[in-house]
């Protein structure tokens, strides 16, 4: 009886653990083996100058990387994100639609891919880096506000 007592004791804090406000939510996705990480971190990754306009919130930026890379995005932060495909040349004055809250797409150079809603500690799905070109994108929830949650992705 002592030993059933524990276990549900043990149980229900463990449950209560992860409904705790503020806890980080499980991880959505596994980190991908060989792939390029793209960090997410809107307080850890503030905003800078670069030759494709300010960047900011993600980690790094901008990344530069070979045809044929595959890169992932992962949420360092305690809440939500996205990285979501915005232009091949520039960064618009509108961030990403709705619909980039669903992950979509697995290659770089199709529009409209997204990581989808991340939470805290999550990866994203991979994307393919087939074609060179330059890769603009954005968070939903932080495009495009003040700094703005933005990137680059450069594939030579």
């Known amino acids: 009886m002592r ?15 992860g409904c705790t406000p503020g806890a980080p939510a499980a991880p959505t ?3 991908a083996s060989g792939a390029t990480q793209i960090h997410m971190g809107l307080l850890k990754y503030g905003p800078y100058q670069t030759q494709y306009g300010e960047v900011s919130g993600y980690s790094p930026n901008p990344l530069v990387v ?11 932060d305690g809440f939500r994100h996205t990285g979501s495909f915005l232009s091949n040349t520039a960064f618009p004055k509108d961030g990403p639609g709705v619909a980039a809250l669903t992950a979509s797409g697995n290659d770089l150079s199709s529009p409209g891919w997204s ?36 990137g680059v992705i450069v594939v030579q």
């Open 3 to 17: 030993k059933a007592i524990i276990l549900w004791c043990a149980f229900a804090a463990a449950v209560s653990a």
């Open 29 to 31: 996705g596994a980190v």
């Open 66 to 76: 070979k045809v044929g890379t595959v890169v992932q995005f992962v949420n360092d």
């Open 115 to 150: 990581t989808g809603d991340l939470v805290g500690g999550g990866a994203s799905q991979t994307f393919l880096a087939s074609q060179k070109g330059t890769y603009y994108y954005g968070c939903f929830h932080h495009y495009p506000l003040n700094p703005s949650m933005r």
